[in-house]
């Protein structure tokens, strides 16, 4: 009889280990893009995505405010108005993208009114590479301007007065996530750019001479998963326009 329970028992443990077996492993589970967000290094402090009732909320550690978000989890995007604490902040957009590999990357772009930043991310379990100078084209800015026009000219009174037209342009520069497709649509508010304003009363006819001159203000970033970068593409292309 005593043989009969031992045979019963390890049957039991066996069937068990068994069926515990079968159960997805939950350590395994698939992040979708709140977990990218959550854990994405920001300058910004600690923020956190959370689902309440069927909503999402924006939520800072460091300060007792908290903001509702849109989160869609099959287009794999993220957007919400500012972070908590800062004024100033227009709004953030996320979105994932994929290499042929499914290696996922991480598209951020923070618009604040002139001090804007888009940064991508390549993600390797729950490490954060910044690949934004190797993914993303460096865009030759003089392709903006009617090909007559001497950019030398306002390139000089920039550098005279510490800046930078390159600089100025991506500072400026607004990137659209997108929410379905691989395509970021760029946008540069030229009329937004407040430094010119300060040198116009030194620099009128040529900072009016540079505004005449604007060719394109906008452009495509289109993503190739095979090479894992990007492809500026279909400069002022009239289809496209910006809303912010």
Request: a negative charge; one cysteine or more.
């Amino acid at each position: 009889m005593k043989k009969i329970y031992g045979l019963l028992s390890i049957l039991i443990l066996f069937i068990t280990v068994c069926k515990q077996s079968d159960q997805p492993d939950q350590s395994k589970k698939t992040k979708d893009i709140t977990d990218y967000f959550n854990s994405m290094p920001n300058s910004y402090g600690k923020h956190t995505l959370i689902e309440q009732y069927g909503e999402w909320y924006l939520k800072s550690e460091y300060e007792n405010t908290i903001r509702k978000a849109t989160v869609e989890m099959k287009k794999e995007y993220i957007h919400f108005y500012g972070y908590p604490g800062f004024s100033a902040s227009k709004h953030v957009q996320v979105g994932l993208f994929y290499s042929e590999k499914n290696e996922p990357f991480l598209a951020h772009f923070h618009y604040m009114d002139g001090n804007n930043s888009f940064t991508f991310y390549k993600m390797d379990d729950d490490k954060y590479s910044d690949v934004s100078l190797s993914a993303i084209p460096k865009i030759d800015y003089k392709v903006l301007f009617n090909e007559n026009y001497d950019i030398k000219k306002i390139a000089t009174i920039l550098d005279a007065n510490n800046l930078s037209l390159e600089e100025l342009i991506e500072k400026y520069s607004v990137y659209d996530i997108p929410r379905q497709g691989t395509s970021i649509h760029v946008s540069i508010n030229f009329g937004f750019i407040s430094e010119f304003d300060k040198l116009r009363h030194l620099y009128d006819k040529e900072i009016d001479e540079f505004f005449y001159n604007i060719k394109y203000q906008h452009y495509v970033l289109e993503w190739n998963s095979k090479v894992e970068k990007f492809k500026a593409t279909n400069y002022n292309n009239d289809k496209y326009e910006y809303y912010h």
